[in-house]
């Protein structure tokens, strides 16, 4: 996936993990019982517009809050493409390459997009908004690695020659 394009959903700073997956929902049985309660507190209908391979834009602070790893796994069995944010809460960050979901940081992106626009990326290299490129580092290609294996467990499996079915 070098080379991707997304219609885009825009929410602000400081998104925290209790507004990715609310407390109340974590007691359910699986992160597919929980996925359609994404962002409910700050947007309850996002969830279950949101289509796969969409791209999430956001502002400074994405992930703060709890340590919890469904913040990213869901956003993951939202099938988002991306998150694109001005920054990432350091854990929320981990967690997110542990469970193969793709953050790439940008801090001007935000400025200009619009909810539904479509934007384009290409890993490493830039964002292109219309005829606007903005852009982008590469990530390490360790943890490209861990991102394209679909998490951490599914690329030491890979690695160590045990790849299992899902």
Known sequence: MNKFTGKVWVLGDDIDTDIIIPTDY????????????????LRPELASRIQEGDIIVAGKNFGCGSSREQAPE???????ACVIAKSYARIFFRNSINNGLLLI??????????????????????LQLGDRTFPIASLPDNLMDIINAGGLVKA???????????
Not at 35 to 41: D, L, N
């Open 26 to 41: 974590l007691a359910l049985p699986t992160i597919e019982d929980m996925k359609q309660y994404g962002f409910s507190p």
């Open 105 to 126: 940081e940008n801090d001007q992106i935000q400025d200009v997009v619009k909810e539904g626009d479509m934007l384009t990326v290409q890993m490493g290299e830039y």
């Open 74 to 80: 869901i956003i993951k069995a939202l099938k988002v």
């Open 156 to 166: 030491m499996q890979r690695r160590n020659g045990i790849e299992t079915e899902d």
